[in-house]
C-alpha cells in the first residue's frame, strides 16, 4: 500500500482507504448499500489491514448511526492501528438542532460519535455540508476548542462549493484556528466535475482530496454495459435517484475503453477505474466500499501496478467534457492556455 500525505498536514493515509457506508444497513439508500454487522465488519477490516489499508471512513447519518457503532465494535482493540474518519452536518433528527454546524450542533455531535465510535478521539472530522446558516467563525472556533481539547486530530470539509473553502481558510488564517486539509469529494471517470474548481484550490491551498463513488455510483462495476439492462444484484435500482446523473452514451463510451483496457492488463474494470484516480493531481486517497469480501479484495487490487501514459490518455480523452464557463475559454484558446497551465500529475 501507497501512503500519502493529507493535504498540508503532518497524517499520512493510505491510497485507498475503506468507506463504511455498508455497515448497519438501515433505511432506503443504505439498506440498498450492505447491512454488514460487526463480526463481518471485522473481517473486512482484518483483510483491509493485511493489506496496509488503516483508514475508515463513516459519517452519523450513515445508517442513523449504526454504521459509527458497527465500526467502533470491530475495531475494539486495535484503536491505535486505525485512523478514524467521520463527519457531520447533514439532519440527524427533526429538532431545529439536529443539523447543521452550530457550536451546539458540533460538540453534541463529537460526543455522539465518540461514544458511538467507542474511542476518545476522531483521527479525521469532516463537515458533511455547508451551513449557511451559522457564522463561519463560530463553526471553525467550535472546531478549533474541539482540536485544542483532543477529541479530533485532523479537519475537513465534503462537498464544499471553492468560496465556502476559500473563505474558511481565509477566516482559520486570519484568527488562527485549525485549519481545513482535507476535502472530501465525488470524482470518477463519469464525473470529472472536481477538476474546474476544486482542484486548483486544493493544490493551491494544500487540501488532500478524499474520493466517494470512484466507480460513479456503481457504474463502473463492469456489470453494466450497452445495450444490457442493469443487472439484478446492481444497486442502481434502489438508489440512482439518489447519486450524480451520468449520460448513458458517455457512460457506455468509457466502459468500452474500460473494457479494452481490461483486456490489455488483465485487471478488473473498477480496478482500472479507481488506478485512473490515483493518478490524478490532489488525490490523497480513494475510498472504496464493498458489501462482501470479493468486492473488497477486487478493489484492493487497485494499488500497487501503474497504467502507462497512453492508458491513462485513452481514459482521459473518452472522460472528457466540455468545461462550464467560465472555465472553456481557458481550454480552447492558446492564449488562456498559456496564462493557466494544467496542473502536473
Known amino acids: 500500500m501507497e501512503y500519502r500525505q493529507l ?7 493510505p491510497a485507498l482507504s475503506f468507506g463504511a457506508g455498508t455497515f448497519g444497513g438501515r433505511g432506503p439508500l443504505f439498506g440498498a448499500w450492505g447491512t454488514i454487522d460487526a463480526r463481518e465488519a471485522s473481517r473486512m477490516i482484518d483483510i483491509s489491514l493485511e493489506a496496509g489499508l488503516n483508514m475508515f471512513d463513516s459519517a452519523d447519518v450513515y445508517s442513523d448511526g449504526a454504521s459509527e457503532q458497527v465500526l467502533g465494535e470491530a475495531i475494539k482493540g486495535r484503536r491505535d492501528k486505525i485512523i478514524l474518519s467521520t463527519k457531520f452536518a447533514l439532519p440527524v433528527g427533526d429538532g431545529p438542532n439536529d443539523f447543521g454546524t452550530s457550536r451546539h ?6 460526543d455522539a460519535a465518540l461514544k458511538r ?35 479530533l486530530r485532523y479537519i475537513g470539509v465534503s462537498n464544499f462549493a471553492g468560496w465556502q473553502i476559500m473563505k474558511s481558510l481565509a477566516v482559520s488564517d486570519r484568527l488562527g484556528y485549525s485549519r481545513y486539509v ?29 474520493v466517494w463513488s470512484p466507480l460513479g455510483w456503481g ?38 475503453v474500460l473494457d479494452e483496457l481490461s483486456a490489455e492488463t488483465g485487471k478488473t474494470v ?4 479507481i488506478n485512473w484516480l490515483l493518478q490524478r ?33 485513452r481514459l482521459d480523452t473518452v472522460s472528457k467534457r466540455q468545461p462550464p464557463y467560465p472555465h472553456y475559454p481557458y481550454y480552447i484558446q492558446e492564449g488562456f492556455a498559456r496564462l493557466n497551465p494544467p496542473l502536473s500529475a
Open 7 to 13: 493535504g498540508n498536514s503532518g497524517l499520512r493515509v
Open 105 to 110: 450542533r458540533l460538540i453534541t455531535a463529537t
Open 117 to 151: 465510535l467507542g474511542t476518545d478521539y476522531i483521527d479525521l472530522l469532516q463537515l458533511h455540508s455547508f451551513d449557511a446558516f451559522t457564522p463561519i467563525e463560530e463553526v471553525l472556533s467550535t472546531l478549533n476548542d474541539l482540536v485544542r481539547a483532543g477529541k
Open 182 to 210: 482535507a476535502h472530501q469529494v465525488y470524482y470518477s471517470l463519469v464525473g470529472r466535475d472536481y477538476e474546474w474548481d476544486l482542484m486548483p484550490l486544493a493544490q493551491d491551498q494544500g487540501l488532500g482530496a478524499l
Open 219 to 256: 457504474r463502473l462495476t463492469g456489470k453494466i454495459r450497452r445495450g444490457t439492462p442493469i443487472p439484478d444484484g446492481s444497486r442502481l435500482h434502489e438508489t440512482a435517484q439518489f447519486g450524480p446523473p451520468v449520460e448513458e452514451d458517455h457512460l457506455y463510451d468509457i466502459v468500452d
Open 270 to 273: 473498477p480496478q482500472i477505474a
Open 281 to 313: 493531481p490532489t488525490v490523497a486517497s480513494v475510498i472504496i466500499g464493498a458489501r462482501n469480501e470479493q468486492q473488497l479484495r477486487d478493489n484492493l487490487g487497485a494499488v500497487g501496478w501503474s497504467l502507462s501514459s497512453d492508458q491513462i490518455t
